[in-house]
C-alpha cells in the first residue's frame, strides 16, 4: 500500500501554526506539523544529578532514564512505547538495546521505561505504536535492519524541532506585543530577530501599526536563518532553499556527529520513511516542543488507527560530550550594573533564548579588593543578551571591575565571555587637560576622568541665572567621558559641571571658568613699497586696526589656513613709503579696547608684473550650436587660453617662478602653473603661460585671477578671464512667429535667452533645471542671445533657424 507523504526539511521549517496546548498561536493557512500529539514525560539522571528532558542538550552513556507517555485518561487506542538505542549507521544495534512499554498497564513500571543508556550507544529514537500483534517484532526488525536510516531520521527530526524552538520563540514574542503600544514592534522586532537568529523583514516596520505584526510572521517557511552553533540548515538570508541532506554529508549537527558520506545518497525524509512501512504499519515523523519534563509531540498529518496504523516516531538528543555554544560579547565598552535590567549583551547562540538547556546562569564580579560576588541573570531575545535583576551591592564594590558570565549547559558547566563592569563610585571626577581652554563662543570639547563613565545618567552645565542645558557626552575607554560644551552663547565667568550617576541621588559638582578668546597674533607681513599689509596668528576677527611705519591700516579681509588665520590690512589715506629693511613695533587695536605691541620688519618689495597679452581658442565643433565667442574676455569650458604677463620694476623672471590661477572667491581652488609646457619664458621680463581648463577643479569657474609667486612671496591678484560652462546645445528649431525650441543638455547653465542683445522680455531659466528643451522668444534677424549663469556680464548669439 502506498505510504503517506512524508516531510521535506522545508516543509519541517514551514511550522507556520504554532501549537501550545493544542491551540495554534497564529491562526494562518493550514501547515505541517500543527497537531498536537501526545506528551511524553521524560527525567535524565547522571550521577547524583537528575534533570527534565527540556534542559538535556545531549544524552550520556551511563544516563538514566525515566520515560512515560502522558495520555488521558479516557484514551480509548492503545499505544506501546518502545525506545531504540543506536551504534551508527552501520551497525546494528543489539536486541536487548530496544525496549517496549505498555501505556495501558495498570502496574508503573510496566507502562514506563526505565533505562540505562549503554556503552557505544550513539542515538536514541522512540515510537508510539499501535498495539497490534506482532508489532514488537516488525520494529525490532526494521530497526536493526536498516539503523542507517534511523540515525537520519533522528538528525534530521532533531534538528528541527530545535529550529522550531526558535520561530516559537521569535512569534510568540511577537504576537505576545501585537496589541501593545503602537511604536514597541519597531522597537522589538530588530533586536529579537537578531538574538534568535530569525529573517527580518524591515519594511514591515514601516507599514501601519495594524499591519506589522501580519507581515513580521509572513512567509514563515524562511523566516529562521543558519545558526552557527547547530548548523540550521534552513533558508539563507537571500531565500536560496538549502539541502539538509547534502550539508549533513559533511558537517557537525549540534552534536549528532559526522554523518557518513557513504550513507548520504538518500537525501529525502519521505524516501527514508517510505523504506520501513509495511501493510500493517506506516511512519509519522513528530516535531517536539520541550519544556520542562515534557516532550509534546507535533504531528504533519492525522494519525490512522487503521491498516496501515501510524507510528509516530521521536528524536531524542544525541549521546555524545555536550558541545555548548561559544558566546561572544557584544559590549561595545563596560557595563553599568546599577542600572535596573542592565544588559550583557551576547552574540552566538540563538538556542539560550529558545530551549532551556542554558541555566541557572550567573555573572561573577570581582572587586579590586579581591571579593567577588554572583549575581543572577536572564537571557532575553528581545533585548539580545542577559539581563540583571536588582542588587544590593556591598560597599567595597566601585568603579571599574572585571565580570564573567557562567552557567550550566545541561550537565556540564557553561562558561560565557567576560565584561567589564562599573559601579559609582565616591571618588568624583576631575579635569584631563588645561581647564583653562575653555572658550566662550564656541563649543570646546572637555575630557573627564572618574571611576564609572558607563554609569553616567547626565550631565548638566548651569552658570549663573541661566537655565541649566544637557550637555551632549560619551563613554571613551574604562575611566574617561569626553563632553561637548555648548559655549557658544554663553559670556566669560564661572560655570559648574554636574556628573549624576544612575542610582544616586546627589550629583558631583565640578567649578570651572570660561574665557573670552583673545587674539594671537604671531607676525605682521610688510613690503617696501605696499600700502597693504598681512597680519596673522588667531581670532584676528578681534583685530580692529593696525598703525605700523606711518601707516594706518584697516582690515580688509579674513582668511584661515589650517589653524591659523591671515588677516589682510588695507591702509587709510596716503600715508608714508614702506621702505625695505625699516623695523618697528606695531599697536595692534581689538575691538575690545585693548592694544598689542608686535614688532615687524620691512621685506624686500613684493614681485610686480602686468597682463600683456592674450588670446583664446575656442572649443573645437563636433556636432551641436556653439555660441559666438568672439573676444578675448570669455573662456569656454572647453577651449584654451594663451596669456602673457611683462615683469614691472625691479621684477626679472626666474626658472623657479610660477603662474598662480584661481577664482574671485578667497578659498576657490588654485591651478599653479610651472616652468615647462604651460609656462615658457621669452626673457627675464616676459612669460607666457597656457591655461587648459579641462584640468581645472569642476567648481572653479566665474571670474580668474592671477598672480605671481616666487618662492616664499607673491604678488598681487589681477583679473585675468571669465571661464564660462557651456551648455552642449544641439539643435534651435523655430515655428514662424510663435517662437523657437532650444534642444540640448546642461541647459540649467543658461539664466536667460530671448530674441534681442539687450534680452528684453527674455525667457529665464529656472535654478537647477533639469529639462532638454527651451521655449524662447521668436528670433530677430536670424539670432537668439544668451546670458551664462558664469558670466552675466556677456551676451552671447546663436544662430536660428
Same mark, same amino acid.
Given at each position: 500500500?502506498?505510504?503517506?507523504?512524508?516531510?521535506?526539511?522545508?516543509?519541517?521549517?514551514?511550522?507556520?501554526?504554532?501549537?501550545?496546548?493544542?491551540?495554534?498561536?497564529?491562526?494562518?493557512? $493550514?501547515?505541517?506539523?500543527?497537531?498536537?500529539?501526545?506528551?511524553?514525560?521524560?527525567?535524565?539522571?547522571?550521577?547524583?544529578?537528575?534533570?527534565?528532558?527540556?534542559?538535556?542538550?545531549?544524552?550520556?552513556?551511563?544516563?538514566?532514564?525515566?520515560?512515560?507517555?502522558?495520555?488521558? $485518561?479516557?484514551?480509548?487506542?492503545?499505544?506501546?512505547?518502545?525506545?531504540?538505542?543506536?551504534?551508527?549507521?552501520?551497525?546494528?544495534?543489539?536486541?536487548?538495546?530496544?525496549?517496549?512499554?505498555?501505556?495501558?498497564?495498570?502496574?508503573?513500571?510496566?507502562?514506563?521505561?526505565?533505562?540505562?543508556?549503554?556503552?557505544?550507544?550513539?542515538?536514541?529514537?522512540?515510537?508510539?505504536?499501535?498495539?497490534?500483534?506482532?508489532? &514488537?517484532?516488525?520494529?525490532?526488525?526494521?530497526?536493526?535492519?536498516?539503523?542507517?536510516?534511523?540515525?537520519?531520521?533522528?538528525?534530521?527530526?532533531?534538528?528541527?524541532?530545535?529550529?522550531?524552538?526558535?520561530?516559537?520563540?521569535?512569534?510568540?514574542?511577537?504576537?505576545?506585543?501585537?496589541?501593545?503600544?503602537?511604536?514597541?514592534?519597531?522597537?522589538?522586532?530588530?533586536?529579537?530577530?537578531?538574538?534568535?537568529?530569525?529573517?527580518?523583514?524591515?519594511?514591515?516596520?514601516?507599514?501601519?501599526? &495594524?499591519?506589522?505584526?501580519?507581515?513580521?510572521?509572513? =512567509?514563515?517557511?524562511?523566516?529562521?536563518?543558519?545558526?552557527?552553533?547547530?548548523?540550521?540548515?534552513?533558508?539563507?538570508?537571500?531565500?536560496?532553499?538549502?539541502?539538509?541532506?547534502?550539508?549533513?554529508?559533511?558537517?557537525? &549537527?549540534?552534536?549528532?556527529?559526522?554523518?557518513?558520506?557513504?550513507?548520504?545518497?538518500?537525501?529525502?525524509?519521505?524516501?527514508?520513511?517510505?523504506?520501513?512501512?509495511?501493510?500493517?504499519?506506516?511512519?509519522?515523523?513528530?516535531?517536539?516542543?520541550?519544556?520542562?519534563?515534557?516532550?509534546?509531540?507535533?504531528?504533519?498529518?492525522?494519525?490512522?488507527?487503521?491498516?496501515?496504523?501510524?507510528?509516530?516516531?521521536?528524536?531524542?538528543?544525541?549521546?555524545?560530550?555536550?558541545?555548548?555554544?561559544?558566546?561572544?560579547?557584544?559590549?561595545?565598552?563596560?557595563?553599568?550594573?546599577?542600572?535596573?535590567?542592565?544588559?550583557?549583551?551576547?552574540?552566538?547562540?540563538?538556542?539560550?533564548?529558545?530551549?532551556?538547556?542554558?541555566?541557572?546562569?550567573?555573572?561573577?564580579?570581582? %572587586?579590586?579588593?579581591?571579593?567577588?560576588?554572583?549575581?543572577?541573570?536572564?537571557?532575553?531575545?528581545?533585548?539580545?543578551?542577559? *539581563?540583571?535583576?536588582?542588587?544590593?551591592?556591598?560597599?567595597?564594590?566601585?568603579?571599574?571591575?572585571?565580570?564573567?558570565?557562567?552557567?550550566?549547559?545541561?550537565?556540564?558547566?557553561?562558561?560565557?565571555?567576560?565584561?567589564?563592569?562599573?559601579?559609582?563610585?565616591?571618588?568624583?571626577?576631575?579635569?584631563?587637560?588645561?581647564?583653562?581652554?575653555? *572658550?566662550?563662543?564656541?563649543? =570646546?570639547?572637555?575630557?573627564?576622568?572618574?571611576?564609572?563613565?558607563?554609569? *553616567?545618567?547626565?550631565?548638566?552645565? /548651569?552658570?549663573?541665572?541661566?537655565?541649566?542645558?544637557?550637555?551632549?557626552?560619551?563613554?571613551?575607554?574604562?575611566?574617561?567621558?569626553?563632553?561637548?560644551?555648548?559655549?557658544?552663547?554663553?559670556?566669560?565667568?564661572?560655570?559648574?559641571?554636574?556628573?549624576?550617576?544612575?542610582?544616586?541621588?546627589?550629583?558631583?559638582?565640578?567649578?570651572?571658568?570660561?574665557?573670552?578668546?583673545?587674539?594671537?597674533?604671531?607676525?605682521?607681513?610688510?613690503?617696501?613699497?605696499?600700502?597693504?599689509?598681512?597680519?596673522?596668528?588667531?581670532?584676528?576677527?578681534?583685530?580692529?586696526?593696525?598703525?605700523?611705519?606711518?601707516?594706518?591700516?584697516?582690515?580688509?579681509?579674513?582668511? /584661515?589656513?589650517?589653524?591659523?588665520?591671515?588677516?589682510?590690512?588695507?591702509?587709510?589715506? &596716503?600715508?608714508?613709503?614702506?621702505?625695505?629693511?625699516?623695523?618697528?613695533?606695531?599697536?595692534?587695536?581689538?575691538?575690545?579696547?585693548?592694544?598689542?605691541?608686535?614688532?615687524?620688519?620691512?621685506?624686500?618689495?613684493?614681485?610686480?608684473?602686468?597682463?600683456?597679452?592674450?588670446?583664446?581658442?575656442?572649443?573645437?565643433?563636433?556636432?551641436?550650436?556653439?555660441?559666438?565667442?568672439?573676444?578675448?574676455?570669455?573662456?569656454?569650458?572647453?577651449?584654451?587660453?594663451?596669456?602673457?604677463?611683462?615683469?614691472?620694476?625691479?621684477?626679472?623672471?626666474?626658472?623657479?617662478?610660477?603662474?598662480?590661477?584661481?577664482?574671485?572667491?578667497?578659498?576657490?581652488?588654485?591651478?599653479?602653473?610651472?616652468?615647462?609646457? $604651460?609656462? /615658457?619664458?621669452?626673457?627675464?621680463?616676459?612669460?607666457?603661460?597656457?591655461?587648459?581648463?579641462?584640468?581645472?577643479?569642476?567648481?572653479?569657474?566665474?571670474?580668474?585671477?592671477?598672480?605671481?609667486?616666487?618662492?616664499?612671496?607673491?604678488?598681487?591678484?589681477?583679473?585675468?578671464?571669465?571661464?564660462?560652462?557651456?551648455?552642449?546645445?544641439?539643435?534651435?528649431?523655430?515655428?514662424?512667429?510663435?517662437?523657437?525650441?532650444? /534642444?540640448?543638455?546642461?541647459?540649467?547653465?543658461?539664466?536667460?535667452?530671448?530674441?534681442?542683445?539687450?534680452?528684453?522680455?527674455?525667457?529665464?531659466? %529656472?535654478?537647477?533645471?533639469?529639462?532638454?528643451?527651451?521655449?524662447?522668444? $521668436?528670433?530677430?534677424?536670424?539670432?537668439?542671445?544668451?546670458?551664462?549663469?558664469?558670466?552675466?556680464?556677456?551676451?552671447?548669439?546663436?544662430?536660428?533657424?
Amino acid at each position: 500500500m502506498p505510504t503517506r507523504p512524508m516531510i521535506r526539511l522545508r516543509h519541517i521549517l514551514m511550522a507556520l501554526a504554532l501549537t501550545v496546548a493544542g491551540r495554534p498561536l497564529y491562526a494562518a493557512d $493550514p501547515a505541517p506539523f500543527e497537531l498536537a500529539g501526545p506528551t511524553l514525560r521524560i527525567i535524565v539522571t547522571r550521577g547524583e544529578r537528575t534533570l527534565p528532558i527540556g534542559e538535556v542538550p545531549s544524552l550520556a552513556e551511563g544516563d538514566r532514564l525515566s520515560i512515560a507517555a502522558q495520555l488521558p $485518561p479516557d484514551q480509548g487506542a492503545r499505544f506501546i512505547l518502545v525506545s531504540a538505542f543506536l551504534r551508527g549507521a552501520t551497525n546494528p544495534p543489539p536486541k536487548d538495546w530496544i525496549a517496549f512499554a505498555e501505556t495501558w498497564a495498570k502496574k508503573d513500571r510496566k507502562r514506563s521505561l526505565e533505562l540505562a543508556v549503554p556503552k557505544g550507544a550513539r542515538q536514541m529514537v522512540l515510537f508510539l505504536v499501535p498495539d497490534t500483534g506482532g508489532a &514488537e517484532g516488525s520494529l525490532q526488525d526494521a530497526v536493526r535492519g536498516k539503523p542507517g536510516e534511523f540515525v537520519r531520521a533522528t538528525q534530521d527530526l532533531n534538528q528541527a524541532s530545535l529550529d522550531r524552538s526558535r520561530l516559537d520563540a521569535f512569534m510568540g514574542a511577537i504576537k505576545a506585543q501585537e496589541n501593545s503600544h503602537p511604536e514597541f514592534l519597531r522597537t522589538l522586532a530588530p533586536p529579537l530577530a537578531r538574538s534568535l537568529s530569525m529573517k527580518l523583514n524591515e519594511e514591515c516596520l514601516s507599514r501601519v501599526i &495594524e499591519m506589522q505584526a501580519a507581515c513580521l510572521l509572513d =512567509n514563515r517557511d524562511s523566516l529562521v536563518l543558519a545558526d552557527v552553533h547547530t548548523s540550521s540548515m534552513a533558508e539563507t538570508l537571500t531565500g536560496a532553499p538549502t539541502d539538509l541532506a547534502l550539508q549533513l554529508s559533511a558537517t557537525r &549537527e549540534a552534536g549528532y556527529g559526522y554523518y557518513s558520506p557513504y550513507i548520504a545518497v538518500v537525501r529525502d525524509v519521505a524516501k527514508i520513511f517510505g523504506a520501513f512501512s509495511n501493510p500493517s504499519f506506516d511512519y509519522l515523523p513528530t516535531l517536539t516542543v520541550r519544556k520542562g519534563p515534557d516532550m509534546a509531540l507535533l504531528l504533519n498529518s492525522a494519525p490512522s488507527f487503521a491498516k496501515p496504523k501510524s507510528v509516530m516516531v521521536v528524536a531524542m538528543p544525541s549521546i555524545e560530550a555536550d558541545s555548548p555554544p561559544r558566546l561572544r560579547s557584544g559590549a561595545g565598552g563596560p557595563i553599568c550594573l546599577a542600572r535596573a535590567g542592565g544588559l550583557l549583551p551576547v552574540e552566538g547562540a540563538p538556542l539560550i533564548y529558545s530551549t532551556g538547556y542554558a541555566r541557572d546562569m550567573m555573572l561573577t564580579v570581582k %572587586a579590586s579588593s579581591g571579593e567577588s560576588i554572583e549575581v543572577p541573570v536572564v537571557a532575553r531575545a528581545d533585548r539580545g543578551g542577559y *539581563v540583571l535583576g536588582p542588587q544590593e551591592w556591598p560597599t567595597s564594590f566601585q568603579g571599574t571591575m572585571d565580570g564573567h558570565l557562567h552557567g550550566l549547559w545541561g550537565f556540564d558547566r557553561f562558561e560565557g565571555p567576560d565584561f567589564t563592569v562599573q559601579l559609582p563610585d565616591a571618588q568624583g571626577w576631575r579635569i584631563e587637560g588645561d581647564a583653562a581652554a575653555l *572658550v566662550v563662543g564656541r563649543d =570646546n570639547g572637555l575630557t573627564l576622568k572618574g571611576g564609572a563613565p558607563a554609569c *553616567v545618567e547626565s550631565v548638566t552645565l /548651569r552658570q549663573g541665572k541661566d537655565a541649566p542645558m544637557g550637555v551632549a557626552y560619551k563613554v571613551a575607554g574604562r575611566d574617561a567621558l569626553t563632553l561637548t560644551l555648548p559655549l557658544a552663547d554663553r559670556k566669560p565667568g564661572t560655570l559648574s559641571i554636574e556628573v549624576r550617576y544612575a542610582g544616586m541621588a546627589e550629583p558631583s559638582v565640578l567649578t570651572l571658568r570660561s574665557y573670552a578668546q583673545a587674539s594671537r597674533l604671531d607676525a605682521l607681513q610688510l613690503h617696501a613699497g605696499d600700502r597693504s599689509a598681512v597680519l596673522s596668528g588667531q581670532r584676528l576677527d578681534e583685530v580692529q586696526g593696525v598703525e605700523a611705519a606711518g601707516l594706518t591700516m584697516r582690515p580688509d579681509g579674513l582668511t /584661515r589656513e589650517g589653524s591659523v588665520d591671515r588677516l589682510r590690512l588695507l591702509a587709510d589715506g &596716503e600715508g608714508g613709503a614702506l621702505q625695505e629693511g625699516q623695523e618697528g613695533v606695531a599697536r595692534v587695536k581689538l575691538r575690545d579696547g585693548r592694544t598689542v605691541s608686535l614688532p615687524f620688519d620691512v621685506g624686500a618689495p613684493r614681485p610686480q608684473l602686468a597682463l600683456l597679452s592674450k588670446s583664446i581658442t575656442p572649443p573645437a565643433v563636433t556636432g551641436g550650436i556653439v555660441p559666438d565667442l568672439s573676444g578675448d574676455d570669455l573662456l569656454p569650458d572647453q577651449g584654451r587660453i594663451i596669456f602673457s604677463v611683462k615683469a614691472q620694476g625691479a621684477t626679472r623672471f626666474a626658472a623657479s617662478d610660477s603662474l598662480e590661477v584661481t577664482g574671485a572667491e578667497d578659498g576657490a581652488p588654485v591651478i599653479r602653473l610651472t616652468m615647462g609646457d $604651460p609656462v /615658457r619664458l621669452e626673457g627675464p621680463q616676459v612669460m607666457v603661460a597656457t591655461l587648459d581648463p579641462k584640468a581645472a577643479a569642476p567648481n572653479l569657474f566665474g571670474p580668474l585671477r592671477f598672480r605671481l609667486r616666487q618662492g616664499e612671496v607673491a604678488s598681487d591678484w589681477q583679473p585675468l578671464v571669465t571661464l564660462a560652462r557651456l551648455p552642449r546645445i544641439e539643435s534651435v528649431a523655430c515655428d514662424g512667429g510663435q517662437g523657437c525650441t532650444l /534642444r540640448g543638455r546642461d541647459l540649467f547653465l543658461i539664466d536667460a535667452v530671448g530674441a534681442t542683445p539687450t534680452l528684453d522680455g527674455a525667457a529665464q531659466v %529656472a535654478h537647477g533645471y533639469t529639462g532638454a528643451t527651451l521655449r524662447t522668444p $521668436p528670433p530677430q534677424g536670424g539670432k537668439l542671445y544668451l546670458r551664462l549663469r558664469d558670466a552675466p556680464g556677456h551676451v552671447l548669439s546663436i544662430p536660428a533657424a
